[in-house]
């Protein structure tokens, strides 16, 4: 079955780059995406990026898929203490329904 | 700001229970999908709908129903609500079937269960 692997915990200091990793085993995956989860809040889209792209980049956001390791990358740059938050890597194959596998989420400590 | 609103916010429920959880899509979303967030997890896929048609199941039990409406409003059910079904619900609704559309999600409502 599908998994999604993320590590649970990075701190970074405010201003400098950040890097959330993210591993998935489902090579049928077709998009794959990075959400953002504030405290008592809902998901928020932040980029997605379709399988057969190296690269994507949104202004401070670049994400990196390694398609052969299953690897998946989110960059934030110039990161900000609005950046605190927990992100979730997730995939979904392709098909008739959009059933999206996300990962346990990477809390994200931005330290002034 | 999602435009998708869920209701209740908080729910407490005793063991053995029913509940039903609701969602209001933004208007023309015509696919709906419900997903469970335990403390410190990811969201699971429960199921999703389209078109008022169940459309898709995740490993979820048959006392996990739901229902979608042509008002773009639709419903989580529970019966015989467990300790475990305690957890943050989510819907999300898209404007059509596919992968690259995008979910706008609610704020969730939190069920425990007691």
């Known amino acids: 079955g599908e998994d999604v692997e993320q590590s649970l915990f990075l701190s970074v200091r405010e201003g400098d780059s950040s890097v959330i990793n993210c591993t998935y085993t489902?090579?049928?995956?077709?998009?794959l995406y990075w959400y953002k989860q504030e405290p008592g809040a809902g998901l928020q889209l932040l980029t997605y990026?379709?399988?057969?792209?190296d690269m994507k980049q949104d202004q401070r956001l670049t994400v990196l898929l390694n398609k052969k390791d299953k690897h998946l990358s989110l960059r934030i740059a110039d990161t900000q203490t609005g950046d605190s938050a927990i992100y979730f890597c997730?995939?979904?194959?392709?098909?008739?329904?959009?059933?999206?596998?996300f990962g346990t989420g990477t809390k994200l400590q931005v330290i002034p | 700001e999602t435009g998708v609103t869920q209701s209740p916010t908080h729910l407490i429920k005793t063991r053995g229970q029913q509940v039903t959880l609701r969602c209001s899509s933004q208007?023309?979303?015509?696919?709906v999908s419900w997903y469970q967030q335990a403390l410190g997890q990811g969201p699971q896929f429960i199921f999703q709908?389209?078109?008022?048609?169940?459309?898709g199941r995740g490993n979820f039990p048959p006392r996990f129903s739901g229902l979608q409406f042509p008002n773009y409003s639709s419903e989580l059910n529970v019966n015989a609500l467990e300790l475990d079904d305690s957890a943050l619900y989510l819907c999300?609704?898209?404007?059509?079937?596919?992968?690259?559309?995008?979910?706008?999600f609610g704020q969730g409502t939190r069920l425990t269960v007691v």
């Open positions: 709908y389209y078109r008022e048609e169940e459309n």
């Open positions: 489902d090579s049928s995956s077709t998009y």
């Open positions: 997730a995939e979904t194959p392709s098909g008739g329904y959009q059933k999206v596998t």
């Open positions: 990026i379709f399988s057969n792209m």
């Open positions: 208007s023309g979303h015509n696919t």
């Open positions: 999300a609704s898209s404007l059509a079937l596919g992968a690259s559309t995008e979910a706008f």
